[in-house]
């Protein structure tokens, strides 16, 4: 398995595997399948090459395996924040060492952007193995959303985690 940078060309692969992520996960994203197979190729071409985003994949192999992505803001206020988000491993796939290496290949790739210095994200309440995941990589919680998302089984909380960086020059 290996981690790197989704190109234009993996955008196909990409968009079914999200597409996946929403029907099999709909408790941990706020896109449902629908809204998103609705989006024309040139959308998941756009999210791949955006200047202010960045999605990793996970491969084993040609296959895509996993993903997460990565959002800079662009305004002066705010451009010291990234934002993760569009976690996802395919089931058969899971407990590898994938979300990891995915996560860890974002800090990284963070880390060498000059000036982010803060990482945040939300994750459902109750998934434990995503909030394991983000603690074991040095997010911490600092709030909860109340009703945040309508799923499938009902209402669900959103909690706010955020990591810091090391300050570049
Ligand atoms: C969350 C998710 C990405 C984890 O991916 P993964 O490849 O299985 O994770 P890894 O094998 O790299 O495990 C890394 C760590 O995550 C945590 N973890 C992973 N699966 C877990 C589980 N089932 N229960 C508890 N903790 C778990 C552990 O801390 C683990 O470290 P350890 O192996 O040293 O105990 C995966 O379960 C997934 O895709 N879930 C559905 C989508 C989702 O919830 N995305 C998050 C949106 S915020």
Request: charged share 20%; net charge positive.
């Amino acid at each position: 398995m290996h981690v790197a940078p989704l190109q234009p060309s993996d955008a196909t692969r990409y968009r079914a595997l999200m597409l996946e992520a929403y029907a099999l996960a709909a408790d941990a994203f706020t896109s449902t399948p629908q809204e998103r197979a609705a989006e024309p190729d040139a959308w998941w071409v756009k999210r791949i090459t955006h200047a202010h985003s960045v999605v990793l994949g996970a491969f084993e192999g040609q296959e895509l395996i996993g993903t997460v992505a990565l959002e800079f803001s662009a305004k002066p206020k705010t451009q010291h924040k990234a934002h993760v988000l569009g976690m996802y491993v395919t089931p058969a796939f899971r407990a590898t060492g994938a979300g990891r290496a995915l996560l860890d290949g974002l800090i990284t790739l963070a880390g060498q952007r000059p000036g982010i210095q803060v990482l945040n994200l939300t994750v459902t309440e109750g998934n434990d193995a995503a909030v394991n995941l983000y603690r074991s990589a040095g997010f911490e919680p600092f709030g909860t959303e109340p009703m945040a998302i309508r799923t499938p089984s009902g209402f669900k909380n959103k909690v706010y985690m955020w990591r810091q960086l090391p300050a570049t020059p």
